[in-house]
């Protein structure tokens, strides 16, 4: 997945092929190791070392009124990149829902995601964020800074309410942070990524023009939202309920204010909020990593309790054991979610991977972010699965849709010779490799060219039109 993110163009493959592989030179470790200002320190867990980073707080912020909803001054965690990665940087924005009544803000207030006095130090660095090479080859010795989420509406306010005492000023919080980093080397980064997970997915979107125009022409600047792709859908009581909740946001903090003018200036603030109506207006490269089938959308947006009150939904919301009906609504918010994305996909300067896995936020997650993608014992459990291999799979499966036989239903294809290949190889059909070790098969190309050299024997060698 890592390899999808700065490969949207051809340049990107430059870039792989000069990555090291991992060791620290002297000079690069004493580097690393007298830094000041940062602590930053390896620990044990389960074994394998984890990167942990302290909190810088940003002490001048507060002379210029970028605070925390409480007041207090904002703050980040930086670790220094080294080697061919010195002088490239990574900006994370946090993410962790939004606040959307003055009685929530109040009660954010005192929480770590409302002031910086209660903020946990250090944090753990994974994912995209890792230092180890293994874990995160295009990335591993880039410079990384983790910009703390304490405004909560995504970065995005700039406004007080001065009777409830609570300060909206994620806009000015993250103008500060950045002019906190340009001082401390961000201001030579050859190659500068902003991400963010969840409502900081979606502050990517929302900085990402603010962001690029931080730096020289000369700097390759990109963006990325992970699981910041928020629809504006309906839930299964047919309301929308994160509609509501994105209004309370947006006039609780004012944001009439903030968001981008070329979307306000045609829709209401709320839809300004959703990143469907903004996404196209971007000017700087944009990369969308989500699911379709996002585990806290599920839970929150589309079968959230005020919709279900039996609990019928529960055990879908909660896990993803959904029956058929609930499998068909749910396929019906993915395709919402890929028609939404179709303009934005259309442009070359952008790029996207959305999934189908059940989950939330992909990049910071080893199991999801690492080569492989998968954890040591995934692909031997996928092996002994209908998609792993062809004994266990279901012999006769529904043909609808655009497989329908049915010209109601499909108009266009319903006589055409259809067939599908299923699924056994764990890497969309791409690998030519093995483990012997682990008796484990990687040969999803190959599959695809015998099934493809199978079916011209049965006659798709004459056919006038194909589409896959």
Same mark, same amino acid.
């Given at each position: 997945?890592?390899?999808?993110?700065?490969?949207?163009?051809?340049?990107?493959?430059?870039?792989?092929?000069?990555?090291?592989?991992?060791?620290?030179?002297?000079?690069?470790?004493?580097?690393? !190791?007298?830094?000041?200002?940062?602590?930053?320190?390896?620990?044990?867990?389960?074994?394998?070392?984890?990167?942990?980073?302290?909190?810088?707080?940003?002490?001048?912020?507060?002379?210029?009124?970028?605070?925390?909803?409480?007041?207090?001054?904002?703050?980040?965690?930086?670790?220094?990149?080294?080697?061919?990665?010195?002088?490239?940087?990574?900006?994370?924005?946090?993410? +962790?829902?939004?606040?959307?009544?003055?009685?929530?803000?109040?009660?954010?207030?005192?929480?770590?995601?409302?002031?910086?006095?209660?903020?946990?130090? =250090?944090?753990?660095?994974?994912?995209?964020?890792?230092?180890?090479?293994?874990? !995160?080859? %295009?990335?591993?010795?880039?410079?990384?800074?983790?910009?703390?989420?304490?405004?909560?509406?995504?970065?995005? +306010?700039?406004?007080?309410?001065?009777?409830?005492?609570?300060?909206? $000023? +994620?806009? $000015?919080?993250?103008?500060?942070?950045?002019?906190?980093?340009?001082?401390?080397?961000?201001?030579?980064?050859?190659?500068?990524?902003?991400?963010?997970?969840?409502?900081?997915?979606?502050?990517?979107?929302?900085?990402? *023009? %603010?962001?690029?125009?931080?730096? =020289?022409?000369?700097?390759?600047?990109?963006?990325?939202?992970?699981?910041?792709?928020?629809?504006?859908?309906?839930?299964?009581?047919?309301?929308?309920?994160?509609?509501?909740?994105?209004?309370?946001?947006? !006039?609780?903090?004012?944001?009439?204010?903030?968001?981008?003018?070329?979307?306000?200036?045609?829709?209401?603030?709320?839809?300004?909020?959703? =990143?469907? !109506?903004?996404?196209?207006?971007?000017?700087?490269?944009?990369?969308?990593?989500?699911?379709?089938? %996002?585990?806290?959308?599920?839970?929150?947006?589309?079968? =959230?309790?005020?919709?279900?009150?039996?609990?019928?939904?529960?055990?879908?919301?909660?896990?993803?054991?959904?029956?058929?009906?609930?499998?068909?609504?749910?396929? +019906?918010?993915?395709?919402?979610?890929?028609?939404?994305?179709?303009?934005?996909?259309?442009?070359?300067?952008?790029?996207?991977?959305?999934?189908?896995?059940?989950?939330?936020?992909?990049?910071?997650?080893?199991?999801?972010?690492?080569?492989?993608?998968?954890?040591?014992?995934?692909?031997?459990?996928?092996?002994?699965?209908?998609?792993?291999?062809?004994?266990?799979? *279901?012999?006769?499966?529904?043909?609808?849709?655009?497989?329908?036989?049915?010209?109601?239903?499909?108009?266009?294809?319903?006589?055409?010779?259809?067939?599908?290949?299923?699924?056994? %190889?764990?890497?969309?059909?791409?690998? *030519?490799?093995?483990?012997?070790?682990?008796?484990?098969?990687?040969?999803?190309?190959?599959?695809?060219?015998?099934?493809?050299?199978?079916?011209?024997?049965?006659?798709?060698?004459?056919?006038?039109?194909?589409?896959?």
């Amino acid at each position: 997945m890592n390899a999808l993110l700065w490969n949207w163009s051809l340049t990107g493959l430059f870039l792989l092929s000069i990555l090291a592989d991992g060791v620290m030179g002297s000079d690069e470790m004493d580097l690393f !190791n007298n830094f000041s200002g940062t602590n930053v320190f390896q620990k044990q867990d389960d074994g394998a070392d984890v990167l942990m980073v302290g909190l810088t707080l940003v002490q001048t912020a507060a002379a210029e009124g970028a605070v925390c909803l409480d007041g207090s001054v904002p703050g980040y965690h930086l670790y220094r990149g080294y080697g061919s990665g010195a002088n490239n940087w990574i900006i994370q924005l946090q993410g +962790g829902a939004w606040c959307d009544s003055i009685e929530d803000c109040q009660n954010r207030k005192r929480s770590r995601v409302g002031s910086s006095t209660l903020m946990e130090t =250090p944090i753990e660095f994974k994912g995209i964020l890792s230092n180890k090479a293994a874990e !995160n080859p %295009d990335f591993y010795n880039w410079n990384k800074a983790v910009v703390r989420y304490c405004d909560g509406a995504s970065f995005s +306010g700039d406004s007080e309410n001065k009777t409830e005492q609570l300060q909206f $000023r +994620g806009k $000015r919080i993250f103008l500060a942070v950045m002019e906190d980093l340009i001082a401390k080397g961000m201001c030579h980064a050859k190659q500068a990524l902003l991400n963010g997970c969840s409502s900081g997915g979606l502050a990517a979107i929302l900085r990402c *023009d %603010d962001f690029s125009s931080l730096f =020289p022409h000369t700097t390759k600047v990109k963006c990325m939202s992970d699981a910041g792709f928020f629809l504006d859908a309906v839930d299964i009581s047919g309301a929308r309920s994160i509609r509501r909740m994105y209004s309370g946001v947006v !006039n609780t903090q004012g944001l009439q204010n903030t968001l981008p003018r070329t979307c306000t200036s045609h829709l209401d603030p709320t839809s300004c909020f959703f =990143p469907q !109506n903004i996404i196209n207006q971007v000017k700087t490269p944009l990369f969308i990593l989500n699911s379709a089938f %996002d585990s806290w959308q599920i839970e929150n947006s589309i079968a =959230p309790p005020s919709a279900d009150p039996s609990g019928s939904w529960h055990n879908c919301s909660s896990s993803f054991k959904c029956n058929t009906s609930q499998m068909q609504f749910l396929e +019906g918010f993915r395709m919402s979610m890929l028609d939404a994305l179709k303009t934005f996909s259309m442009s070359s300067k952008n790029g996207m991977y959305i999934s189908s896995r059940w989950a939330h936020c992909l990049a910071g997650r080893k199991d999801t972010w690492s080569p492989g993608n998968s954890q040591p014992g995934e692909d031997t459990n996928r092996k002994t699965s209908r998609v792993g291999s062809s004994t266990l799979m *279901d012999k006769h499966i529904s043909f609808k849709g655009i497989l329908s036989n049915k010209a109601s239903e499909n108009p266009d294809f319903y006589n055409w010779n259809k067939a599908e290949i299923r699924y056994c %190889d764990g890497a969309s059909f791409s690998g *030519d490799s093995e483990n012997k070790t682990a008796q484990l098969q990687f040969r999803g190309k190959r599959i695809f060219l015998a099934v493809m050299e199978d079916l011209m024997a049965k006659g798709m060698h004459v056919a006038c039109e194909a589409g896959i």
